[in-house]
């Protein structure tokens, strides 16, 4: 069973920059396809990106969409979320997602994800 632990969240203006990370412990994180999906108060869970296990296959949230890049360093068990011209609207928890399946595509559903980590705060100011 993989744990992962998310950081590099903080408070940040408007048109900012700000790189998260997820570092898996346990195992591998070559095992899974790993995922970025977020909450705002008073909002439910939202897809932000994910990623296959090679690192060749992405999808985004068409929100975030040039402006936001999923990667991963395997041999660092370690994946990362760049967020560049990051907006008001981008602010939430940030949590990171380990998917064991096996599909055509990378998940995009919060549902395809069994392990989570335990978020990490974004805040962008105005």
């Known amino acids: 069973q993989v744990q992962l632990a998310e950081s590099g969240g903080g408070l940040v203006q408007a048109g900012g920059s700000l790189r998260l990370s997820c570092a898996a412990s346990?195992?591998?994180?070559?095992?899974?396809?790993m995922g970025w999906f977020r909450q705002a108060p008073g909002k439910e869970r939202e897809f932000v990106a994910s990623?296959?296990?090679?690192?060749?296959?992405?999808s985004y949230a068409n929100s975030v969409k040039g402006r936001f890049t999923i990667s991963r360093d395997n041999a660092k068990n370690t994946v990362y979320l760049q967020m560049s011209s990051l907006k008001p609207e981008d602010t939430a928890v940030y949590y990171c997602?380990?998917?064991?399946?096996?599909?055509?595509?990378?998940?995009?559903?919060?549902?395809?994800?069994?392990?989570w980590g335990q978020g990490t705060q974004v805040t962008v100011s105005s």
């Open positions: 990623i296959g296990r090679s690192g060749r296959i992405t």
């Open positions: 346990g195992r591998t994180v070559s095992n899974y396809a």
């Open positions: 997602s380990a998917d064991a399946g096996w599909r055509l595509r990378v998940g995009t559903g919060a549902d395809e994800y069994e392990y």
